[in-house]
């Protein structure tokens, strides 16, 4: 009865393989270094791309985050100013009488 026919599964050659972070990282190092390293051609290549573009976390993307973190500050300090001087003296009262015609 080929209608009912259940096929089997088809497995899958999976090879446990140990990983070891230390390791790739010091061979990341040793390939940055210019030194011999067991990483392929492909792996040094995107590591250079990496390097090159910058995409790697640096001291840049710190400046970066100070530079960002005063600008707000700065920003924040100017909405303040602004806010004080039109809602907290009397010029806001004028600007409201004024409208309302009195």
């Not at 530079?67 to 039109?86: D, N, S």
Request: aromatic share 14%.
């Amino acid at each position: 009865m080929g209608f009912f026919y259940k096929h089997k599964p088809r497995g899958f050659n999976y090879i446990p393989r140990y990983y070891d972070p230390q390791k790739e990282e010091w061979e990341k190092k040793k390939a940055e270094a210019g030194m011999d390293s067991s990483l392929s051609h492909e792996e040094q290549l995107r590591l250079e791309m990496r390097r090159k573009w910058g995409t790697q976390k640096d001291e840049d993307n710190s400046a970066d985050r100070r530079y960002k973190t005063i600008r707000a500050v700065i920003i924040g300090a100017v909405v303040l100013v602004a806010f004080y001087y039109i809602f907290c003296t009397p010029m806001f009262t004028r600007i409201v009488e004024g409208l309302m015609g009195q």
